[in-house]
């Protein structure tokens, strides 16, 4: 008896079953490849947020440098092109009501300053999905409280 007659004809079945599995195997392979990209590219976005508004909340000199806190995000995320950061700050009365960073706002409590930094990037996928866009814009937003 030959080798060939112990198999049969199932040789071509495996190929059939290979060629079903493939694609789909590839399909799931590609859009892991994906999802994972666009959690990384969340992190250094919100990443350049933290590292923005943790320059701003050191004291009240770089809580009022704007530009300074938007420069820091920017680095922080700079392997990110068209990465915007948009900072402010503002200040509350430590009782919970509204102040406008006048020094008599808060007659009854003390003021306290808050920094905030909002980034935004533009996330591309490497393929196009159906019924998916191929760009996802994805905003990240830090505050802290200055001198904390």
Same mark, same amino acid.
């Given at each position: 008896?030959?080798?060939?007659?112990?198999?049969?004809?199932? %040789?071509?079945?495996?190929?059939?079953?290979? $060629?079903?599995?493939?694609?789909?195997?590839?399909?799931?392979?590609? /859009?892991?490849?994906?999802?994972?990209?666009?959690?990384?590219?969340?992190?250094?976005?919100?990443?350049?947020?933290?590292? %923005?508004?943790?320059?701003?909340?050191?004291?009240?000199?770089?809580? %009022?440098?704007?530009? /300074?806190?938007?420069?820091?995000?920017?680095a922080d995320g700079g392997n990110i092109s068209g990465l915007t950061?948009? $900072?402010?700050?503002y200040c509350q009365c430590s009782d919970g009501s509204a102040s406008?960073?006048? $020094?008599?706002?808060?007659?009854?409590?003390?003021r306290v300053l808050w920094v905030k930094v909002t980034t935004t /990037?533009?996330?591309?996928?490497?393929?196009?999905?159906?019924?998916?866009?191929?760009?996802?814009?994805?905003?990240?937003?830090?505050?802290?409280?200055? %001198?904390?």
């Amino acid at each position: 008896m030959r080798p060939r007659d112990l198999l049969g004809d199932e %040789g071509g079945a495996a190929m059939v079953e290979f $060629a079903v599995f493939l694609p789909m195997f590839v399909f799931l392979l590609v /859009g892991l490849i994906e999802i994972g990209r666009f959690a990384n590219f969340s992190i250094v976005v919100a990443n350049a947020a933290r590292a %923005g508004v943790q320059y701003g909340a050191q004291n009240l000199i770089t809580a %009022g440098d704007s530009a /300074g806190m938007q420069k820091t995000a920017l680095a922080d995320g700079g392997n990110i092109s068209g990465l915007t950061a948009v $900072a402010t700050h503002y200040c509350q009365c430590s009782d919970g009501s509204a102040s406008t960073c006048a $020094a008599a706002d808060c007659s009854l409590s003390h003021r306290v300053l808050w920094v905030k930094v909002t980034t935004t /990037g533009t996330f591309s996928s490497l393929l196009s999905y159906p019924g998916l866009p191929g760009t996802f814009n994805v905003q990240q937003t830090a505050i802290r409280r200055v %001198g904390d």
